[in-house]
Each structure stands twice: as structure tokens, then as C-alpha cells.
């Protein structure tokens, strides 16, 4: 598992050079297994941003969790007590994170959370040097059931796989969305076969279908959700429709409504540089996942060039600044930590022969999350 | 709750139960024959719809796609028996549960190696992508009934293949004596490279059937082989028609709990809480199921003592 | 004394020592994985009872080794929080003391192992392989979608518990605290396994007719056993909830079941020291193939295969004979 990826970013030229890394990054992530597609994305957008900064003064080395929180907790271990780095990121899934942050910020180093959002870290458990980068894991279904309620849609049918993630799912979407609930159901988590859902999806009478099933199970239910002949409009988070796994659901997600932080087609020099010069390093798309790994390098690299990591509180107050400029458009932080943020509606369309998403509209607009009250520090 | 919806959902059950009976034919076949317990059979289902992903990507047809799982599938299977396999036939249960979890790691590993980490698109054919509407206005995708059939026959064609070829004559020898067989001059080492293809060429078709309304993609499976040891556990390990009866039950519980526990529930409890209880019963059922067969009847219902 | 013996010495002295050695080198983590071969391989000793002994191939110990870990998860939690577990019938707080949390997982799994062996032990070989998986998928399954201890997500203790005497955070401490219960469950092994109990447990295996003949019910005798060995794997669980300071149903799955079967066979299958030796090669398997590729995997499993189809009885087989190796 010790992958071992220590990049010395961009000038090593200088061989022998006097300056030393100043701030070490261990990043921990999913590299190996079913998973690995999204912590690729995250460390690929991370080590972007590293190598478009240029620093000498910042190491990472990057280390894969194969989706166990034991691993990601030892992991984390090995990097603190090791490696002595000061700033932890890169854990993909909201168990891990739940492993793993709550005992590293309690040891005084800084985690900046790429992707999981669980709602204990922003709300009772939140802590001066968490800052979670992508969202938190309610907004993108907050966002959701806004949208429904623009659309004019009156009667949802919703479902999430039945584990905490697939609640915070359904208890987000059903905080703004005004109408009905045609029925809820929770599913087995790693389920392939959804013909039973679909047939109640079928008899609720329900005009919408709002769906939380990452990965595998998102492409599964999409493909028999279109081969079932019920046509009622579908909304799902961005996790469904991302650019890593569109191309392996094909027509059955065209036309699909889902709700993102960002997409390739906002409107800002950061981003259309960031779409850009990501293919051209790595040949695909970039993902949500891949931009939100590049906006937390850059995060980092724009606190490193106002505080030194040694004074704690000085760096937290630059983190917590967040002056770098995101690929999203704007972005800062709330008192908990985490974004406040636009979460946009997107299309699932074909150009050419790549599935893709297009904006079609603003989900909600400076969105922050629900347990910022909750939050004491 | 109308009857209609019903009907639908023990269709679903009875589809999902050919499905299982599909995946699980190859390894009760193997265990049977040769007594090994195949681990790896969930990678000879991801390599069949790995293959077929790949050739329907190529030339965009899904009959050469399912063609090609087989054969990729079988090839793997006669490559890893004649390589791995046959040295683990005289081994303990324990032995051969290590070695063929040490393959579940090489070909998933490999197959990433090869694939890349994305899932890959394989999608039903045109002909039967839309949904059917059956006697009683049920509208039931043309591509499950399609399934039903696929399964049908190949079980008809596994009790015609055991029961009234030559082929089948050595196989329930080789069961039930293989010494006896291997003196009466048939050669047993290919008899067995032969089954154990079969096997691997049915999980492999199995995977491109049923990759074409999931997802392709490394570690797909394993899910499918915990399910698979269910079934052939239920019906009794070795027996064909032990893994059709018991992948129907296992579909049929399954679906129904998932559909009827949740509502059941709600009886007792408020919505939230009978859907929360309801739904992790649901995903228990089948394990209860198999419990129950097994304290009930140690070998299975058609497990021979 | 036998090269079997010198073979486990030479373990002991070695688990032991590289831990020591870290301490002075100022290595910390090193000493954090050793503190993780020793619980594997605890947990490995428990198996071993049921299946080296007894014969019994358990795809479900993960059962026991989450039920030890979720002991203590919750009564961590609970003790973290305040918040007693239950006032009726009577008052029940929470705890951070290990001794209590120990004592709390041994008698769950151990009840856990009653309930589960009773019924599995009315089948046999592959069966008893399966029902043992599915008894252990269905308590996977329970924790993931049960709310109340984290789910999916498990539960983080935030500070080690304690043990009286020690400073279970300094990691040379905590791993001496779980070293010194590997080696106490070893010399109990040893006495059950010389006993007029263990003898027949072991006779059971090679002849049931025999056993029977003299008297003696080959059921129960494998029904105290896996109760012994649930007890011992849910005490590896409460120790390694407690190295990671985390417990999550990953503990529960039949993936952490087969890895805990491969400690045994790397080792030595029926052998006292072969979880132990298992566990080792394990851990440094792991942490030196990982930095070879991202396909590490591939690796392992060429390596595992070799294992079992070259050095029949594992590691202490092939330097000790085949002397003692299991039928």
C-alpha cells in the first residue's frame, strides 16, 4: 500500500538547491481497487496546480488508502509520525475522512479536505484546522431539491443506498424541496439490480425521480432507469454524471438534470486555463473531482505565499482568506470551514462523441451549508 | 399496493433468478465435478464482460461481444486450470480458497492494469433496449424478458448436456468415482480442463449478459460471487437443479423483501424508521435464507449426503 | 528442542525486537506496524483454534473481530459523550478502561461465536464454510444500515482508552500492552491444545466414528472450541479498534475474514506459532510490495499463490518439515 510518490514539485532542477521543503503535503488517497477512478482525478488535478506553481518549497507525498479506513487511519499515522508532513488532504470517501481528520487535527496538523463532506466535521465536530475544499456532503442535494422546486416539479420520488451518506442524501434534497414525497426508499449499498425500485418508481405516480447511487451503482440503475420505458424526469447529484463514468452509461444519461459545484464550461480564465492545460498533461476530460483537487493545491500554494506553516494561527487565517482563484468563480469560506458557493444545474449532453455536462442553470446561489450554526470554535 | 405491481415485482424476482442461476451454473458445475471451491469465478464473470465491452466498442455489435465473452472467458479458465487449477484438485477446501483468492487479486489488478480505472460501456442492442407491454398492460424491458430466456435455455441446454450426452455420461462418472474412469481409459485431465472451461465460458457469458444493464467494471464480481455461493449453497453444491431452484428463491425473496418489508414495516412504525428498518432487513434476507436452508437441511435442498 | 520451536523463538524475539529497535531509531510508525502484526496476528491464534485444531474452515471470524471492535467503539463513545447506554433496567456508562473493555468483547463474541456456532455446526466442510460467511455478511449488513453507531461511516474515538499503569498513546507502550497479551493467549493455546480437551478436538478432526465411540460428542467438543476461538479474535478486534483510535464495519467484512484465513496458511496451518509468523510476513508483504507499483496487487497474489502451491504448510513447514503439519 506504501505507494510511495514523493514529487519533489517542479524545479528539482536546482540539484543540491539550499531551500529545503518547507511545507509537506502527505496526500491520502484511493489509488488501487473499485474506487481508484476519483482519488486518480484528485491527485492528478492536485499535482497539476504543484507543478503550474512551480514551488521548491513544497513536497507531497502521496500514498494510497485502497478505500479502508484502517489503511487511511495508519496511513495518516506513518505521515504524521514519519514523514512529519504539516498538511493532510486527499481522502475521497466520507468514512475515511471520518477515520482519519478528527485524530490529525487534534495532533495539530491542517486537512484540507478534496472531496468528503461529512456533516459531524461541519457542524458539532468541526475544527480550526479542517477546511473542506468541495462541499459539504448535503449541498449538492440541497442544491437538487431547489431546483426541483424551480422546475415546477410537485411530487418526488427520492432513493439513496442505506448508509449515512444516502440519508445526509435524502435529508438534503427533502430540506428545500417544497412538494410531496411519492415514496422514499433506501437501497442496499453496492446493489446492481434495480428492477424492483423501478417498478415502484412506476406505480408511486409520482412526475420526478431524485436518485443518490454513486459510482457502479449510479451507471446500473441509469441503464435499466432507460430500458424500463418510464419516462419521468430524473435529478441526480454530479457523482452520477461525472466525466469518469458518463462515457460507460452513454444515451441512458442524456437529457439527465444533475447538480454541480462546477463544470467545464464556467466562464473564468482559471477554469478555461485549468480545462485546457489538464488535457494536454493527461490526455481526458477533467472531472469534478479533478478540479476539485486542483482548487485545493491552489488553496494551499496561495496560504504558503502569505503565512509560514510553522505559525499556525497565521496560516489558518490565510487559508481561511481562500484568495486564490478557484476554478468555480467564487469561493470563500464560512465560520465552520467549509464553501460558500454556487451550485449550478447541469445537462448531461453529446459533443460529439464525448458525453459531457452543460450548465443550464443556478441551483442556489451562495450556498453554505446547513450545521455552520452548529459549529462552536 | 395493486395486484398489477405485484405481478411486476415477481417477475422481477423470477428475472433476477435466472440472472443468479446464470452466474451461478459454472461454479456449482466446477464444484461438482472437480470438488473445488472457485473464488475466482467472479473474475471469469468480469473478464467475460470486460471482453465483451471491448469487441462492442470495436465493432459495435453485440453478438460478436457476447461471442467473444465466452471464448475470452474460456480461455481464461483453460489457461488458469491447466496452469494453477489441476494441482489444487487433491488439496483441502482451505487451499484452494487461498489460491483462488490469490487470482481474484491478479485479475483485477490486471484487468485495471489493462482497462484503466473507469468503468467501461457496454449497452443492450438497439433491437431490444426499449420495454415490451405484456397481457395486463405491465410494460417490462424487452432486454429482462430477453434474460429470462437466455437463462431458460441454458439451463434446459446444462440438464440436456449432463443427462443425455456422452459428455455428461463421463461427468456424473467423474462425480460420482474418478478413479473408475480414469481405469476405464477416458482421460480424465482433459475431462476436467474441459468442465472447468465451461464453467469459466458460462460466468463469462453471464458477465456480458448481465454488464450490459450494469456496470462494466474491475471488482463487479465479487458481489456476484457472494450471491452465486448463496445460491449453490441453498440448492445444494454440485447440483444443477439445486442452482436453479435455489437462484428463483433467492431472486424471489430478494426482490419481494426489498419491495414488501419497508411496507410491512410501515404497519408498525413511522415512514422514516419502517423504511430505515425495512430496507436493512431487506439486505439481511437473503443470508437469513440461506442460514435457515442450511440449519434446516446441512447439505442444501438437492445436496447429495 | 525441535527446529519448530527455534522457528518460533526466533519470531517472537524478532516481533519484539524490531519494535525496540524502531524505539531507538526514533521510527514510531514502524513500532505502530509491529503493534498491528501482533494483533493480526492475535487474531490469527483465535482462528487457528477452530481451524487448525478443529478443523473447522470459519469464513466468518470477521463477525467476532468487529463485535470486539464494536465493543469498543461504543463503549468509548459512550464514556467520550457522557451519555450512559442505558438507565433501565439498571444504569450502564459508558467506559474508557481497557481491562472492562476487553472483558466486554470477549464475552460478546464469545456469545456471538455460541449462538452462530450452534447453528453452524450442524453442517459440514464447503457448507460450513458458506454458513459461517453468511452469518458474518448478515451482521456486515446490520451494522452498515444501523444508524445509531455511525453506519457505513464507524465510530472515531478521539483518545486512546486506558490502561492503568501505562500511557497507552506512547506507541512502544501500547504495543508492549499487545504484545504481552499476544503471549499470554499463546501460552494459553499451548495448555489447550496439550489438554485432554485439546487432544480430542484434534482427534475429532483426523476421526469423528472414533471419538464418538469412546463417549464423546465430536459437536460439543467444536462448539467450545469456536466459542474459545470467537473469543480470542473478538479481543484482537478491541485491540485493533483501539490502534486506530476508529472501528468501522471494514472490520465485519468477509474480505477482513479471508485475510485473516491467509495469516494462518502463510504461517502454518494447526501450527501454535503460525498466525504469528503469518501476521509478520503479512504486514511486511504489504509495506514493501506497496511501493513497488500501484499494481501491487498483482504481486501479492503471484506471491500467495506461490505460497500455496510450493510450501505446503507454510512458512513453518517448510523451515521446521512436515513433523507436525496438519493432516
Given at each position: 500500500m506504501f505507494l510511495r510518490t514523493a514529487v519533489l514539485a517542479a524545479s528539482t532542477a536546482l540539484l543540491g538547491a539550499m531551500a529545503q521543503a518547507d511545507v509537506k503535503v502527505g496526500m491520502i488517497t484511493t489509488?488501487?481497487?473499485?474506487?481508484?477512478g476519483l482519488g486518480i482525478d484528485v491527485r492528478d488535478g492536485f499535482m497539476l496546480a504543484v507543478k503550474q506553481a512551480g514551488r521548491d518549497d513544497l513536497e507531497v507525498v502521496i500514498e494510497d488508502d485502497q478505500r479502508k479506513p484502517d489503511v487511511a487511519v495508519q496511513l495518516a499515522d506513518k505521515m504524521i509520525q514519519s514523514e512529519k508532513v504539516d498538511v493532510l488532504t486527499g481522502i475521497i470517501w466520507s468514512n475515511l475522512a471520518m477515520a482519519v481528520v478528527p485524530a490529525a487535527t487534534a495532533q495539530g496538523k491542517f486537512y484540507l479536505s478534496p472531496n468528503a463532506g461529512p456533516s459531524p466535521l461541519a457542524g458539532k465536530?468541526?475544527?480550526?484546522?479542517y477546511f473542506n475544499v468541495a462541499w459539504q456532503n448535503d449541498n449538492l442535494h440541497e442544491a437538487a431539491g431547489a431546483y426541483a422546486n424551480d422546475a415546477g416539479l410537485k411530487n418526488s420520488f427520492i432513493l439513496a443506498p442505506n448508509y449515512p451518506a444516502g440519508k445526509d442524501a435524502l435529508t438534503g434534497y427533502k430540506r428545500m424541496f417544497g412538494g410531496e414525497l411519492a415514496g422514499e426508499l433506501y437501497t442496499k449499498?453496492?446493489?446492481?439490480?434495480?428492477a424492483a425500485e423501478i417498478a415502484q418508481i412506476r406505480a408511486s405516480g409520482a412526475d420526478s425521480v431524485y436518485f443518490f447511487l454513486p459510482g457502479g451503482m449510479g451507471i446500473s440503475f441509469l441503464k435499466q432507469y432507460a430500458a424500463s420505458g418510464v419516462d419521468l424526469p430524473l435529478v441526480g447529484p454530479a457523482f452520477s454524471f461525472d466525466q469518469g463514468i458518463l462515457q460507460a452509461v452513454g444515451d441512458a444519461a442524456l437529457g439527465v438534470k444533475n447538480t454541480s459545484q462546477w463544470n467545464k464550461d464556467i466562464d473564468n480564465a482559471a477554469n478555461a486555463a485549468f480545462v485546457e492545460t489538464f488535457q494536454a498533461e493527461y490526455g481526458r476530460l477533467p472531472s469534478l473531482y479533478a478540479s476539485q483537487g486542483f482548487d485545493t493545491a491552489n488553496l494551499l500554494i496561495s496560504a504558503m505565499g502569505k503565512a509560514d506553516v510553522a505559525d499556525a494561527d497565521a496560516f489558518r487565517a490565510a487559508l481561511k482568506a481562500a484568495e486564490f482563484d478557484s476554478v468555480r468563480g467564487d469561493f470563500a469560506f464560512g465560520d465552520n470551514h467549509h464553501p460558500i458557493q454556487d451550485i449550478y444545474v447541469r445537462e448531461v449532453i453529446k459533443e460529439g462523441d464525448v458525453f459531457t455536462n452543460k450548465i443550464i442553470a443556478t441551483g442556489l446561489s451562495d450556498h453554505a451549508d446547513a450545521y455552520a450554526a452548529e459549529c462552536k470554535m | 399496493m395493486t395486484t398489477l405491481l405485484f405481478i411486476e415485482q415477481l417477475l422481477n424476482g423470477l428475472q433476477f433468478g435466472v440472472m443468479l442461476f446464470l452466474m451461478s451454473a459454472g461454479l456449482t458445475l466446477v464444484f461438482g465435478v472437480m470438488g473445488l471451491i472457485n473464488l475466482a469465478h467472479g473474475s471469469l464473470y468480469m473478464i467475460g464482460a470486460f471482453a465483451a465491452a471491448a469487441v462492442a466498442a470495436a465493432t459495435g455489435s453485440f453478438l460478436l461481444a457476447l461471442m467473444a465473452s465466452l471464448a475470452a472467458a474460456a480461455l481464461a479458465g483453460a489457461l488458469i486450470e491447466l496452469t494453477?487449477?489441476?494441482?489444487?484438485?487433491?488439496?483441502?477446501h482451505l487451499d484452494q480458497v487461498l489460491a483462488t483468492f490469490a487470482l481474484i487479486l491478479i485479475f483485477s489488478e490486471g484487468t485495471r492494469w489493462l482497462f484503466g480505472s473507469f468503468p467501461l460501456f457496454l449497452d443492450v442492442p438497439a433491437a431490444l433496449s426499449g420495454p415490451v407491454t405484456l397481457p395486463g398492460g405491465i410494460q417490462y424491458p424487452a432486454y429482462r424478458l430477453t434474460i429470462i430466456l437466455v437463462g431458460l435455455a441454458v439451463a434446459v441446454g446444462m440438464f440436456a448436456l449432463i443427462n443425455r450426452t456422452r459428455v455428461g455420461i463421463r461427468i456424473r462418472a467423474g462425480e460420482a468415482d474418478r478413479e473408475m474412469i480414469a481405469a476405464l481409459g477416458v482421460d480424465i485431465a482433459k475431462l476436467y480442463t474441459f468442465v472447468f472451461a465451461l464453467g469459466a465460458a458460462l460466468a463469462g457469458f453471464a458477465g456480458a449478459l448481465v454488464g450490459a444493464i450494469q456496470s462494466v467494471q474491475v471488482g463487479m464480481g465479487e458481489p456476484v460471487l457472494i450471491l452465486a455461493f448463496v445460491v449453490i449453497v441453498i440448492g445444494g453444491i454440485g447440483s444443477i437443479k439445486g442452482a436453479f431452484v435455489g437462484a428463483l428463491l433467492v431472486g424471489l425473496t430478494d426482490t419481494l423483501g426489498r419491495f414488501l418489508l419497508p411496507q410491512m414495516f410501515a404497519l408498525i412504525l413511522e415512514p422514516s424508521a419502517a423504511v430505515s428498518v425495512g430496507s436493512a432487513l431487506a439486505s439481511m434476507l437473503i443470508y437469513i435464507l440461506m442460514a435457515g436452508v442450511l440449519i434446516f437441511r446441512p447439505r442444501g435442498l438437492y445436496g447429495v449426503a | 528442542m525441535t527446529r519448530e520451536t527455534w522457528t518460533n523463538l526466533a519470531a517472537l524475539a524478532v516481533l519484539a525486537g524490531v519494535p525496540l529497535w524502531a524505539y531507538v531509531a526514533d521510527e514510531p510508525f514502524i513500532i505502530t506496524l509491529a503493534t498491528r502484526a501482533a494483533i493480526f496476528a492475535l487474531a490469527g491464534v483465535g482462528l487457528n483454534l477452530a481451524l487448525g485444531l478443529g478443523g473447522l474452515v470459519s469464513l466468518g471470524h470477521a463477525a467476532f473481530f468487529g463485535i470486539g471492535g464494536y465493543a469498543m467503539g461504543i463503549l468509548a463513545s459512550h464514556a467520550q459523550a457522557y451519555a450512559p447506554l442505558a438507565e433501565w433496567p439498571f444504569l450502564i456508562e459508558g467506559t474508557k478502561s481497557m481491562p472492562v473493555i476487553w472483558l466486554v468483547a470477549v464475552v460478546a463474541s464469545a456469545l456471538a461465536a455460541l449462538a452462530i456456532g450452534a447453528l453452524s455446526l450442524r453442517t459440514s466442510g464447503v457448507y460450513f464454510i458458506m454458513i459461517t460467511l453468511a452469518f458474518g455478511q448478515m451482521i456486515y449488513y446490520f451494522a452498515i444500515s444501523?444508524?445509531?453507531?455511525?453506519?457505513?461511516d464507524g465510530l472515531s474515538i478521539y483518545v486512546r482508552n486506558g490502561f492503568p499503569g501505562l500511557n497507552t498513546l506512547d506507541p512502544i507502550q501500547f504495543f508492549g500492552l499487545c504484545f504481552a497479551v499476544l503471549c499470554a493467549v499463546l501460552v494459553l493455546m499451548w495448555l489447550v491444545q496439550n489438554s485432554a480437551f485439546g487432544l480430542a478436538l484434534s482427534a475429532a478432526r483426523q476421526n469423528e466414528t472414533r471419538v464418538l465411540s469412546v463417549g464423546m460428542v465430536p459437536y460439543r467438543l467444536r462448539l467450545v472450541a469456536f466459542v474459545i476461538s470467537g473469543a480470542i479474535t473478538g479481543l484482537a478486534g478491541a485491540l485493533f479498534a483501539d490502534l486506530n483510535r476508529f472501528v468501522s464495519p471494514t472490520m465485519l467484512s468477509w474480505q477482513m475474514s479471508g485475510e485473516i484465513m491467509i495469516f494462518i496458511i502463510i504461517g502454518g496451518v494447526g501450527r501454535l506459532f503460525g498466525p504469528v509468523i503469518g501476521a509478520m510476513v503479512f504486514i511486511l508483504l504489504e509495506h514493501t510490495l506497496g511501493g513497488l507499483s500501484e499494481f501491487w496487487h498483482v504481486y501479492l497474489g503471484a506471491l500467495l499463490l506461490g505460497i500455496v502451491l510450493?510450501?505446503?504448510?507454510g512458512v513453518i513447514g517448510a523451515i521446521a518439515g512436515r513433523e507436525k503439519a496438519h493432516d
Open positions: 489509488l488501487s481497487g473499485g474506487g481508484a465536530g468541526c475544527h480550526p484546522n449499498l453496492g446493489q446492481t439490480d434495480y | 494453477i487449477i489441476r494441482r489444487l484438485y487433491d488439496r483441502d | 444501523w444508524p445509531a453507531y455511525g453506519g457505513e510450493f510450501a505446503k504448510g
